[in-house]
């Protein structure tokens, strides 16, 4: 497991501030067939949109387009998310 310093990702710990809330998570499965350069894409994505409320109360959507391996990492971090959530 990689430790929390030397990973470029940022980390929460217990003094960081939550800056906005989660209000709704929309998710779809999608797959794109052609574009104007490929006629045959066969590309399959899983597409994100993130309603949250910054601090001011203000709404905003946010949206995620991840790859398949992109989503089962995700999913994968998730569920380690939710592990630790137990015990906690």
Request: glycine letters at 2%.
């Given at each position: 497991?990689e430790r929390?310093s030397?990973?470029?990702?940022?980390v929460?710990?217990?003094?960081?501030q939550?800056?906005?809330?989660l209000?709704?998570f929309?998710w779809?499965?999608?797959m794109?067939?052609?574009?104007?350069?490929?006629?045959?894409?066969?590309?399959p994505?899983?597409?994100?949109?993130?309603?949250v409320?910054?601090q001011?109360?203000?709404i905003k959507n946010k949206?995620?387009e991840?790859?398949i391996?992109?989503?089962?990492?995700?999913?994968r971090?998730?569920?380690e998310i939710?592990?630790?959530m137990?015990?906690?």
């Amino acid at each position: 497991m990689e430790r929390a310093s030397e990973s470029s990702e940022p980390v929460l710990d217990a003094k960081s501030q939550v800056t906005s809330q989660l209000i709704d998570f929309q998710w779809k499965l999608g797959m794109a067939v052609s574009s104007d350069s490929c006629r045959s894409l066969k590309y399959p994505y899983v597409a994100v949109m993130l309603k949250v409320a910054d601090q001011s109360g203000q709404i905003k959507n946010k949206f995620i387009e991840m790859t398949i391996p992109q989503f089962q990492n995700f999913y994968r971090q998730f569920k380690e998310i939710a592990a630790v959530m137990e015990t906690v």
